[in-house]
């Protein structure tokens, strides 16, 4: 499963909200953050509910999946 | 690495933060472990190998300064970092890359005590009267297995922040 986010496009919705805002909303560190929002790190589904919450978003709002092609 | 506030890309998607390559409390932490390890005991080990046949009080000394010198570096360089950076608690993905990292290190220590067991008792058959039956050299053999470990499982932790930075 291919895991993407829109976390870059919620936080300049939300009045430019910086990384380190959501961070502490979230309850981790800022370098979490940016490696969810850049793909390299793939959160648990608590953090991504939190994530969701701070922008009071469904969770599919922010994080979408696509199924990986299986040969 | 100063932060800047997101901006927009030309096509209106908004920047990135560009912090580059600064690193959390803890990933700055695991480096100034690893380096405080591999030289204090670095320079241990190389002492230790010259000559198998020293006193054992020669032996207790120079360790405690190696250990001293540990502590004293990890202290020092804790301090540094704290200065330079917010002292956040771990979140997931650190215990996530701790864990992964220890599993590893795990597997290294295991290998490496069955690798040395088999060393002193091919040793202690073949050759009793080598260094290696003394117990002196056996305990380091097995302490440097577990520092060899400690060096893996933090070297992979610092490999790995690194993979999942942003």
Not at chain 1, 28 to 48: D, W
Not at chain 2, 33 to 44: A, I, N, Q
């Amino acid at each position: 499963v291919t895991i993407t986010n829109t976390i870059r496009r919620l936080r300049f919705d939300a009045g430019e909200m910086t990384q380190q805002q959501l961070a502490e909303r979230c309850g981790v560190t800022r370098q979490t953050i940016m490696a969810v929002e850049a793909g390299k790190y793939s959160p648990s589904l608590e953090l991504a509910f939190r994530i969701a919450f701070a922008f009071g978003k469904p969770l599919g709002d922010v994080f979408q999946a696509t199924p990986d092609a299986v040969s | 690495l100063a932060a800047t506030h997101p901006a927009t890309d030309l096509d209106g998607s908004p920047k990135f933060e560009t912090h580059g390559a600064d690193m959390s409390y803890r990933e700055k932490s695991t480096w100034v472990l690893l380096v405080s390890l591999v030289l204090s005991h670095g320079w241990y080990f190389q002492w230790f190998l010259q000559d198998l046949n020293r006193p054992v009080a020669a032996y207790v000394a120079v360790y405690g300064v190696a250990v001293i010198g540990l502590a004293v570096m990890s202290a020092i360089g804790s301090v540094v970092i704290y200065w330079g950076s917010a002292n956040d608690r771990p979140d997931e993905r650190d215990r996530h890359i701790e864990d992964r990292s220890t599993r590893a290190a795990y597997m290294v220590h295991a290998v490496a005590i069955v690798l040395s067991l088999g060393v002193v008792f091919s040793q202690l058959m073949s050759a009793p009267d080598s260094a290696f039956a003394r117990p002196i050299v056996v305990v380091h053999l097995f302490y440097g297995c577990f520092v060899l470990a400690e060096i893996v499982r933090f070297g992979l932790c610092a490999v790995n922040y690194r993979r999942s930075a942003a």
